[in-house]
C-alpha cells in the first residue's frame, strides 16, 4: 500500500469514527427519546396542576368536587419535582455518555431499559394512588400524613429504576477509562458519573425511610413511625437532590454551551474540581431544611449551616468559569471594553438562549438559598412561601428551562430531525414568556412569604385576617405569572411534538465544547473517584452520625398514620 | 524597554467584574433579609 493510500485509509477511518461517536448510536437513542418523552408528558400534566394551585390561591376559582387542593399539589410536585427531572436526566445523561463515552454495549443498553421500565412501572403505581386519593401527601411525603403502601413502593421503584439506568451509564464509562488507559476523561461521561455517585449515595437515605419506616407502617405491621427521624432521612436525599437535578443542567452549561457559541470551555479541570465539590458537599447539608425541629441539637445545624455555605466556593467557580468562556468568546468576535463581549453571544440561538436566561435566574436564586440556609435567617422565611418562590427560580427555571432548551436540539439529534429556523424562533418565543411569568410568579411569591404567607395551603382569609389580606394581590399576581407559564408549556409540548414527529428529517448537532488550547491539563487526582467517594463518604459519616444516632437514642413513642384529606 | 501589547482576547476584566456582580447580588439580598429579621426577632 501506498503511503497516500495509506493516508487515504487512515483519513476514512478517522472520520468514520468521528461520525460514530458525533451522533448517538439509534439503538441508544431511542432509550434516551423513551426517557425524555416521559419527562416531558410529565411537564404538561404537571403545568396543569401548577396551573390549577395558582388559580386557586387567587381566591377566585374553585376546584370540581371529584379532585383537592392537596391531590393537585401533590401531582405538581411529585411530577415535576421527581418525575420530570429524573427521567429527563436518565434520558440526557444515556444519550450524553453514548456521545461522549461511545455506544452501549447490549448488555450495558439493556440494563438502561429494565431501569427505564422499572421506574415507569414505578410511575404509574404512585400516580394511581394520588389520583384515587390514596396519597395527598405532597412530594415530600412528610410523615405523620400516612399515604398508601402502594405510593411509596411506587417512588421506591422509580429510584431502584434510576439506578439500574446510572449502572448502564457508569459501566459504558468505566469501559472507555479501561479501553483508554492514562488518558484524561470526556468531561460529559465523567460528569454524568458524578452526579450518578452522588445521586446513589443520597437515595440510600430515602430507600431507607421508605423500606424500613413507611412501607411497614402505611401496611400496618408497624403502629407508629419515627417522624424526626424519618424526615432527616428525607432530608439527607432531599437536598442532595437539588444538585442532581442542578448538575445535568451545569453540564448542558460547562459541555454544550461553549460549542454553540463558537468557544471553548474554559478549564476541564476546573469543571472537575467543581463537580466533585458539589460530589463531598451536596448531602451532609440536609439539616438546613431542619431548623425549626425540635430534637436536633443546635451545634449540628450550625456545623450543616457551615458545610451548606461551602456550597457558595463551587457554584461561584461554574459562575467564574462560564463568564470566562463567554468573554473570551466575545472578544474573538471583536468585542471590546468591559461588557462589549455580552453583546456579540449568540441571542437568537434558542440553543443559548435558553439556558442562559435559566442561568440569570439561578442567581437571585442562590443568592434566595443562602438566606435559607442561614441558620437565623430561616426563622424568617421557613414554611413561607419565599421557599416556593425560591426553588421556582432555580430548580423550575435555573435547571427546567436548561432542560427544556436542550430537548429543543437533543429529540432532534436522536431521531434524525432537524431543530427548524421557525421552531428555534418559537423556542426564544418560550424562553422570554418564561422569564416573564417566573419573573412575575416568583417575585410575588418571595414579596408574599416575607410578609409571612405560608407555602403549601390553599386559599384562606384566615377568618378574614388583617395580615392575610396582604397577601391577597401578591397570590393574584401568582395566578398571573402562572398563567404566562402555562402558555409558555402549551407552545414547548407543541414544539416537543413538532420536534418529535413532524419536523423536517436531518442532521441536528449535539454540541460538545473542546477545551481551550491553553488551560492547563487536569490532575489526575481530580479523577480519582475513590478519593473523592472517601472524603464525601467521611464528611457524610461526620456530619450525621451523632444527631441520628441522638434522635433514634431519644426517641420518643412516635406517631400513628394521619389521612387528613 | 518595548512595551508588550497585551491581546485583548486574554482579558477576563468583564468574568471578574460579573463574578463580582453574583457575589454582590447574594450580598444584598443577605443584607435586606438580616435587617428584616432584626426589626422582627
Known amino acids: 500500500m501506498t503511503t497516500a493510500t495509506k493516508e487515504t485509509t487512515q483519513s476514512t477511518i478517522t472520520t468514520s469514527v468521528k461520525e460514530k461517536i458525533e451522533k448517538v448510536d439509534r439503538r441508544d437513542a431511542k432509550l434516551a427519546l423513551a426517557h425524555i418523552y416521559v419527562a416531558f408528558i410529565a411537564l404538561f400534566l404537571g403545568g396543569i396542576a401548577g396551573l390549577l394551585q395558582v388559580l386557586v390561591r387567587s381566591g377566585s376559582f374553585d376546584l370540581p368536587s371529584f379532585i383537592n387542593y392537596y391531590q393537585v399539589l401533590t401531582v405538581h410536585g411529585v411530577l415535576l419535582g421527581l418525575v420530570l427531572t429524573t427521567f429527563f436526566i436518565m434520558g440526557f445523561q444515556a444519550a450524553g455518555v453514548s456521545r461522549s463515552c461511545g455506544t452501549f454495549t447490549d448488555k450495558q443498553r439493556a440494563i438502561g431499559w429494565a431501569g427505564f421500565w422499572v421506574s415507569t412501572v414505578g410511575l404509574v403505581a404512585a400516580a394511581a394512588m394520588i389520583l384515587t386519593n390514596e396519597a395527598s401527601v405532597l412530594y415530600t411525603f412528610y410523615a405523620p400524613l400516612q399515604a398508601h403502601w402502594i405510593y411509596y413502593l411506587g417512588l421506591a421503584l422509580v429510584i431502584v429504576g434510576s439506578w439500574l439506568s446510572s449502572l448502564a451509564q457508569v459501566m459504558r464509562f468505566n469501559q472507555w477509562r479501561k479501553e483508554h488507559k492514562g488518558q484524561t476523561t470526556p468531561l460529559l461521561g465523567f460528569m454524568v458519573v458524578v452526579n450518578n455517585f452522588l445521586w446513589f449515595v443520597a437515595t440510600l437515605g430515602v430507600a431507607v425511610e421508605v423500606l424500613v419506616q413507611l412501607i411497614p407502617w402505611s401496611l400496618g405491621l408497624v403502629e407508629r413511625v419515627d417522624v424526626l427521624l424519618s424526615r432527616t432521612l428525607f432530608w439527607y436525599f432531599g437536598h442532595a437532590l437539588v444538585y442532581f437535578w442542578l448538575l445535568p443542567a451545569y453540564m448542558i452549561w460547562y459541555v454544550v454551551i461553549p460549542k454553540v457559541i463558537g468557544g471553548k470551555i474554559f478549564s476541564d479541570a476546573l469543571a472537575k474540581l467543581s463537580f466533585m465539590l458539589f460530589l463531598i458537599l451536596s448531602v451532609p447539608v440536609g439539616l438546613h431544611h431542619q431548623f425549626t425541629e425540635p430534637g436536633i441539637d443546635p451545634l449540628w445545624k450550625f456545623i450543616q449551616t457551615i458545610l451548606t455555605m461551602f456550597v457558595v466556593v463551587p457554584s461561584l467557580m461554574t459562575a467564574f468559569s462560564l463568564f470566562a468562556t463567554f468573554e473570551l468568546r466575545g472578544r474573538e468576535l471583536g468585542g471590546k471594553g468591559i461588557f462589549g463581549w455580552f453583546k456579540k453571544l449568540p441571542w437568537n440561538d434558542s440553543r443559548f438562549l435558553l439556558p442562559f436566561i435559566a442561568m440569570v435566574a439561578f442567581i437571585p436564586g442562590g443568592a434566595t438559598g443562602i438566606v435559607n440556609a442561614s441558620y437565623q435567617l430561616n426563622e424568617l422565611v421557613h414554611n413561607t412561601i419565599w421557599v416556593t418562590g425560591h426553588f421556582h427560580l432555580t430548580v423550575a427555571t435555573g435547571v427546567a428551562l436548561t432542560y427544556i432548551g436542550a430537548a429543543f436540539w437533543l429529540i432532534p439529534h436522536l431521531n434524525g430531525r432537524k431543530l427548524t429556523k421557525r421552531a428555534n424562533s418559537m423556542a426564544n418565543c418560550v424562553g422570554i414568556l418564561w422569564a416573564i411569568g417566573m419573573a412575575i410568579m416568583s417575585g410575588a411569591m418571595h414579596v408574599a412569604g416575607l410578609l409571612g404567607a405560608p407555602r403549601r395551603s390553599a386559599y384562606s382569609t384566615y377568618g378574614g385576617s388583617e395580615q392575610a389580606t396582604e397577601w391577597i394581590s401578591y397570590q393574584v399576581a401568582q395566578a398571573i405569572g402562572g398563567s404566562i407559564l402555562f402558555i409558555a408549556i402549551l407552545i414547548i409540548t407543541a414544539l416537543i411534538i413538532y420536534v418529535s414527529f413532524f419536523a423536517p428529517k436531518g442532521e441536528e448537532e449535539f454540541p460538545i465544547g473542546e477545551v481551550a488550547a491553553g488551560s492547563a491539563p487536569t490532575p489526575a487526582i481530580l479523577e480519582n473517584f475513590k478519593v473523592w467517594g472517601v472524603i464525601m463518604i467521611a464528611v457524610i459519616i461526620f456530619a450525621y452520625t451523632i444527631p441520628i444516632f441522638d434522635i433514634i437514642n431519644n426517641s420518643p413513642l412516635g406517631s400513628v398514620g394521619y389521612k387528613l384529606w | ?41
Open chain 2, 1 to 41: 524597554m518595548t512595551k508588550q501589547k497585551k491581546s485583548s482576547d486574554d482579558n477576563l476584566k468583564g468574568t471578574l467584574f460579573a463574578t463580582f456582580g453574583v457575589g454582590l447580588v447574594i450580598i444584598i439580598v443577605w443584607v435586606y433579609c438580616f435587617d428584616l429579621f432584626i426589626g422582627r426577632f
